[in-house]
């Protein structure tokens, strides 16, 4: 198996990049090709922008979607996108490794995705979903939090950690990646006085050191449910007899049916 | 009242640049003061890294919460970000501006939040939620979308865009400010054939010309109910006999006492 590590963290001594790289020694234990992309390190520029398309299909309005395809169609992406998208399209599995900042990705990965999931090469009007370009891969998030696990917790403050994680597994289910469960390691800013930060301290590291023994194990790993494509009707809209698999759709019914 | 204005789109003859135009005139006929911030025209870097703090609280390891909020202790925040930080903190009204990708913010919006949402500064662990810095201030998002109203809608398959802005909603919420209901305008890319394409270009174009009355009257807008700080515990959990506000948040109880 061929495995492609997105790490988005400014420090390379923070425990995000120890993760990433404990990742990376667990999948080269079980034999697989491992490529790490640091983002920060290679500076990857996170703005969709004009200046990054020197052949434009207009040059006098900038539509990040028709340049995208414009560009694919004739190879002229630019390097560092098709650097990544050759990484993406040579993987068969996917791990975004990153801190949860504002409740979302950092910009830089959120830049990444604007970027790298190019319209008319990993996705179309045709190709989406269950027929995406990534059907076949799996795709799974490793993310920190500095909150608690009782405020990253379902009924906790921060709302609960792995559905505010829904819209970007979405957007990876949207290219085709079947999504697995995410990792979440809360409390990664330690506890405050003395014997509780040395206690969280050791915690982390015992976290740390499982994380490679999780990766050697992903096969047995459960993926998140999507509904199906038959669940919708020629509108796009949730057929009233589908199930319902997220708080995003059909939330009247979501309590009900979602998992 | 004072507004700000955050635009982010790539292309000043967008129709996102357009809209905050719109929203500019609408507020300033009601007599209002706007400063409209276009992060792409000011290239705006998204991504915090150590090279935006020359004095660093730790020059070996970069920690962005740390390193914000010594720089904030000592007046030593990066030129852009205090211009941004001044701005909203002069603002009585913060409406942001972009269009929806990959299911949430532009890279270079979700940057202004990385950094200019100060830690020790804009927030910190005694000043969030109701104690926030921007209590008493109103923010509001005005958002456009490639797909059609249907598959927009809460049974929709691009996800309940209302509720898919839930975390950009809370992040806004956690450092005090209320949030007015969305702007949400559907189909931007227009229809596919001759009339199709020639009816939702008239649409658009009328949609435009009401954003601005929109905002003449943004005094009536509802603000989204978030829960009171009364409902959690000293945890951090939502208490068993609270509402739910939040498809996030005990989603068990969401469909019987969410709005």
């Not at 404990?22 to 969709?48: C, I, K, W």
């Not at 539509?63 to 395809?69: F, G, L, V, Y």
């Not at 289910?173 to 040395?198: C, K, N």
């Amino acid at each position: 198996m061929n495995a492609l590590i997105v790490l988005a963290h400014p420090e390379v001594k923070s425990y995000n990049a120890a993760l990433a790289r404990a990742t990376q020694d667990g999948l080269q234990r079980q034999g697989h090709e491992v490529h790490l992309s640091d983002l920060y390190a290679q500076a990857f520029a996170p703005d969709e922008h004009g200046r990054h398309f020197p052949r434009r299909a207009n040059p006098l309005r900038f539509d990040a979607q028709s340049e995208q395809r414009f560009s694919a169609g004739r190879n002229a992406l630019p390097h560092e996108v098709r650097k990544e998208l050759d990484a993406l399209l040579w993987a068969d599995l996917l791990v975004l490794q990153f801190p949860l900042w504002w409740f979302g990705m950092p910009a830089i990965l959120k830049g990444w995705m604007d970027r790298v999931f190019v319209y008319g090469k990993l996705y179309s009007s045709r190709r989406r979903f269950h027929s995406g370009v990534c059907a076949g891969k799996r795709a799974m998030l490793s993310v920190t939090a500095g909150s608690s696990s009782d405020a990253c917790a379902p009924d906790g403050k921060e709302g609960d950690t792995r559905l505010i994680l829904w819209p970007i597994h979405y957007a990876l289910h949207y290219v085709g990646f079947t999504v697995l469960e995410p990792l979440i390691v809360t409390d990664v800013r330690g506890g405050r006085s003395g014997s509780d930060a040395e206690r969280q301290k050791l915690l982390l590291e015992l976290r740390l050191r499982e994380q490679g023994t999780i990766f050697e194990s992903i096969d047995g790993r459960p993926a998140i449910a999507f509904n199906d494509p038959d669940d919708w009707d020629e509108l796009g809209k949730l057929k009233p007899d589908a199930p319902v698999h997220s708080p995003f759709i059909g939330h009247e019914r979501w309590s009900r049916t979602g998992a």
